[in-house]
């Protein structure tokens, strides 16, 4: 089993001074006000799919254990990640997988009953949006986005456009008609093409065993050059008291 190597990479950036942080930070949130997903982020962290760690059926570790549906060495690796408390992120990095391909594998093994339903709907449909399992109107539908109504009424005139020769996206469509603002239509643009791209963090940011021994045996050091030099400061501070008395 390989390392949480994002979580290794998060905690050496959370040791960086706050002054760095508080840049990071405004750079962060201007980015994610600029691709519509900032107060999502901040509100419902615990419906990202990201973040989310899939949990085993019984079911689930039987196949995991046995292998007796001889299946894909990928979904074998994706319930042993799970199995071991891995969320999709680290699932990710750690298979050299692009989300979109961890989706499918997430959508795969939800379907088989090899993990338990999540616990909010959003991340199953964010999964099913991002693997394609689900297109735009029916993602926005079971997201709630949209009613029954609004996406026929859309498609409808999808369809007549396409029958004048016109090729116009129903997501557009959605947006010219009022129902969708066009913030929400960019970002699900930018959560499709990126979820296609694989994420490798530079090894050169993690630091490997001997960096952090070598790191915490240079902070024992000095710890004890502290302590030695506040015992110094009391020695000198009692001996220019005593020399004070003593002066006429």
């Avoid at 001889?70 to 408390?85: M, P, R």
């Avoid at 009022?178 to 959560?191: C, N, T």
Wanted: with cysteine.
């Amino acid at each position: 089993m390989k390392k949480n190597i994002f979580k290794l990479f998060l905690n050496k950036f959370l040791a960086y001074p706050i002054w760095i942080k508080q840049v990071v930070f405004y750079r962060l949130w201007q980015n994610m006000s600029e691709n519509g997903c900032k107060d999502y982020v901040i509100n419902c962290a615990d419906k990202l799919f990201a973040m989310h760690i899939p949990t085993l059926t019984f079911q689930g570790k039987q196949e995991l254990l046995d292998k007796k549906s001889g299946l894909d060495s990928n979904i074998y690796n994706f319930l042993k990640y799970s199995h071991s408390g891995y969320s999709i992120l680290e699932t990710s990095l750690n298979m050299f997988m692009s989300i979109e391909e961890i989706s499918k594998l997430y959508i795969f093994c939800l379907e088989q009953t090899y993990i338990e339903a999540p616990e909010h709907d959003d991340i199953y449909v964010t999964a099913g949006f991002i693997s394609g399992k689900f297109p735009i109107g029916d993602y926005l539908l079971k997201k709630g986005s949209v009613t029954k109504e609004q996406l026929d009424k859309a498609l409808e005139e999808q369809e007549r456009r396409k029958q004048e020769g016109e090729r116009k996206l129903l997501g557009k469509i959605l947006v010219e008609q009022g129902i969708l603002p066009e913030d929400e239509l960019k970002l699900l643009f930018k959560l499709k093409s990126d979820s296609k791209k694989r994420f490798v963090i530079n090894p050169e940011f993690i630091p490997n065993n001997e960096e952090t021994g070598k790191l915490q045996e240079m902070e024992k050091e000095l710890n004890t050059l502290r302590e030695e030099n506040l015992a110094l400061k009391k020695t000198m501070t009692k001996i220019i008291n005593m020399v004070k008395s003593y002066d006429i």
